[in-house]
């Protein structure tokens, strides 16, 4: 099946700019790559853990419920 979709992908990008976005790389997509003219592969790094600042430390010390959102 990714076959016939590459096939068709690339015709497509004859007449205009085809772009696929996938949260993460999985088989189909890498075989659909395989065809491609061009791959662009962007990855996010690791994120730094959040600092607490001094005022949400105090605010989170003195809490002794949930607060509630509506």
């Known amino acids: 099946m990714t076959e016939y979709v590459s096939q ?13 976005y996938s949260p993460a790389i999985d088989p189909y997509l890498e075989d659909l790559a395989k065809g491609a003219d061009r791959v662009f592969y962007f990855e996010e790094g690791p994120r730094e ?22």
């Not at 068709?8 to 700019?17: D, I, N, P, S, W």
């Open 49 to 70: 853990t959040p600092r607490l600042t001094a005022k949400t430390w105090l605010k989170m010390k003195d809490q002794k419920i949930l607060e509630a959102f509506s």
């Open 8 to 20: 068709a992908l690339m015709q497509a990008a004859h007449e205009a700019t085809v772009l696929l």
